[in-house]
């Protein structure tokens, strides 16, 4: 080889080098920007903002039980109302001190309040011996202020379920207000955003009212939204399935029953409180009789 040849092969390899650094340097860089613009396009929520429950809570302490009865009460309103022209207001409202009683009822007969979350570790992880769930529909200002400092003061826990486009007016609780009683061990579920009948939607707008009524209230609360609970009792296999296509795990119903861990989690029953029930009423009720 001349020593032109040679000098000629010596500046093709340090070009070829070059181009090789280059198109290195350029993968690199386009690879960083499209995973930069994944991070960005990332929703507000991420997983990070989700509590997750401790790995060692999920440690072991099965139930050996093959079924547990968990009656699921509805309550609406915890104040003192009567108004003959407001019938439907009226038997929506159970009077502080019948709740108050019922309360104490609960704990001096060996009942132990529960979550939907506490009922879908079972059996992986114990249940308590006599577990209720009690559930507050619609969000009312007076179930925060009258119902909520009850359950505080007995250690008690409830699920709210809320109607995330009624938040702050005049008689439902506010958002700080809801953020506060999941702080403090309440369970917050979702009542759509503004109480449609979900059976007369069409598949876009039922999905919207899963689904942004659920992502609106995660915002608040900085947790996942599991129990879903329908307006009016109004529901069907077509928005059964819808329920669970939004990511919810649980769903509510006003058929009167008693669920059990057995039951199907998208039509569960429960028991409606209501203001003439009376402590042997409300006790015959929780015994399913
Ligand atoms: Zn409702």
Redesign the pocket.
């Known amino acids: 080889m001349t020593q032109a040849k040679k000098t000629t092969t010596k500046k093709l390899l340090v070009a070829a080098g070059i181009f090789i650094v280059i198109i290195g340097i350029t993968i690199y860089l386009v690879t960083n920007k499209i995973k930069a613009d994944q991070v960005e396009s990332t929703p507000v929520i991420t997983t990070d903002d989700i509590e997750t429950v401790p790995a060692s809570t999920l440690q072991s302490n099965p139930d050996s039980r093959a079924e547990v009865s968990v009656p699921i009460l509805m309550y609406h309103h915890i104040r003192n109302y009567n108004d003959p022209n407001d019938t439907i207001g009226t038997n929506l409202s159970v009077p502080l001190e019948n709740f108050d009683a019922q309360i104490k009822y609960l704990k001096d007969n060996g009942y132990s309040t529960v979550t939907f979350s506490d009922l879908l570790e079972f059996p992986t992880k114990k249940l308590a011996e006599k577990p209720v769930v009690i559930t507050f ?2 969000g009312y200002s007076d179930a925060y202020a009258n119902a909520y400092p009850e359950l505080r003061t007995n250690n008690d826990v409830a699920v709210f379920y809320i109607i995330s486009g009624f938040l702050g007016r005049a008689d439902t609780i506010t958002a700080s207000q809801v953020k506060e009683m999941s702080d403090n061990g309440m369970e917050i579920g979702s ?1 759509t955003i503004d ?1 449609p009948d979900l059976t007369t939607l069409s598949a876009t707008k039922m999905e919207s009212e899963l689904v942004q009524s659920k992502t609106a209230i995660e915002a608040i609360i900085g947790k996942s939204i599991i129990s879903f609970c329908y ?2 009792g109004k529901n069907n296999s077509i928005v059964d399935a819808a329920t669970k296509n939004a990511g919810y795990l649980t769903a509510t119903t006003t058929v009167s029953g008693i669920s059990t861990t057995s039951s199907d989690k998208f039509t569960l029953p429960r028991i409606r409180i209501t203001p003439s029930d009376s402590l042997t009423t409300f006790a015959n009720k929780l015994a399913g009789k």
């Open positions: 529909d619609d009542h109480h307006p009016s």
